[in-house]
């Protein structure tokens, strides 16, 4: 019963973190007359102070010396840093710019785009199922590139940029918490540089706008860290590929927002790209979650015959059971906005458990 009740907790923790990130569109426009510079800029330094606070909170202050020490790491915490800052910035804008339509669609290609970084990059080999939702995936940008009149390029942009975030996340190999905290610590200073200019040129909103204005652009970091904190409670309670069907709940409220709330345009071709998206993305899960039986179902039989076994010499390993995680991106440990999470291409794609952030 106990286990039943941490599974329930987990998935109502999995709905909240994905919830939050796919109505994050409701909560920017809120941040005007700021710039979308300028709420980036408020957002990381704010993050910084409350992911600080939580992890003074769990005590949790050793790895900061590790990774000092540790050039490499460091390196790919600042290329972690760089992307994040391009995919936050651009979706704030794209949000705040009626675009919420193609930014909830970057999330929807971002784990084809982390498949396909896997091939391009990493020489990585597709099933023919993988094979068939990227072929898919890259007809739905050339039908979408035509209903828009050009590339959707926030879209792509969206997608390259965390699908990149999310490698470089995976290669660090540190927890959600502390990874945040470390790109933010690398963001904070040329970020409060460009706040405090801003105040001194007279171009600053923050006290001009009034003090609900203010405290709306502080809550930024709470935006940014309550979801993660959320997710990294379901990531220990749930499978992760419940996490993995979960992370589509992000871009779908916020099409739904854009559509349905914001009236955004939808002319039939950009509904014929959307369908060719879905499908591309259903054929991905479906192949997921045939393999993860398949794998499965070989395991147990590897394990029962080394039991009908006992005096042979070491059984053969069972094999590795993939999750449907590694169709998605991945969210924890990525402070994106609202999406399935930060991607990793040296899977056949990202890892929800690792983390998001919106």
């Known amino acids: 019963m106990e286990g039943k009740n941490e599974q ?83 979706y704030i804008w794209a949000v705040n710019n009626g675009h919420v339509v193609e930014a909830s669609l970057g999330y929807f290609i971002n784990p084809l785009v982390t498949i396909a970084m896997g091939v391009l990059l990493l020489g990585e080999r597709l099933r023919p199922v993988q094979w068939a939702a990227v072929t898919t995936g890259l007809v739905a940008v050339l039908v979408l590139a035509i209903g828009y009149g050009k590339p959707p390029w926030i879209s792509l942009v969206l997608a390259f940029s965390f699908a990149t975030y999310g490698l470089a996340k995976k290669k660090v190999n540190m927890g959600g918490l ?117 794998n499965r179902a070989l395991a147990l039989k590897l394990l029962a015959t080394a039991a009908a076994s006992p005096e042979s010499t070491t059984p053969e390993p069972a094999p590795t059971v993939p999750d449907l995680a590694s169709t998605v991106p991945d969210p924890a440990s990525t402070v994106p906005d609202p999406a399935p999470t930060a991607p990793d291409p040296t899977t056949t794609a990202q890892n929800p458990a690792q983390e998001k952030v919106t």
Not at 17 to 38: C, D, N, T
Not at 64 to 80: N, P, Q, W
Not at 201 to 211: D, E, M, Q, V, Y
């Open 178 to 294: 502390e990874s945040l905290a470390a790109e933010t610590a690398v963001l904070f200073v040329p970020a409060l540089g460009f706040l405090l200019w801003l105040a001194a040129t007279g171009g600053s909103t923050f006290t001009a706008g009034g003090t609900g204005h203010g405290f709306l652009l502080a809550a930024t970091g709470i935006v940014t860290a309550v979801p993660l904190i959320c997710f990294g409670a379901a990531a220990v309670r749930v499978p992760l590929s419940t996490l993995g069907l979960l992370q589509y709940l992000a871009p779908v409220f916020q099409f739904g927002l854009g559509v349905l709330y914001f009236n955004e345009s939808m002319p039939p071709e950009r509904w014929a790209g959307f369908a060719l998206v879905w499908l591309a993305l259903s054929l991905l899960t479906w192949d997921a979650l045939r393999t993860a039986r398949h």
């Open 8 to 90: 329930r907790a987990g998935l109502l923790y999995g709905i909240g973190a994905y919830g939050m990130w796919g109505l994050v569109p409701l909560f920017w426009p809120l941040l005007k007359p700021s710039g979308a510079i300028e709420i980036l800029a408020h957002r990381m330094v704010w993050s910084l102070g409350v992911v600080a606070a939580a992890l003074l909170v769990v005590r949790r202050w050793a790895w900061i010396g590790e990774l000092v020490r540790d050039r490499r790491k460091l390196g790919l915490i600042s290329v972690a840093a760089a992307t994040i800052t391009v995919n936050w910035g651009l």
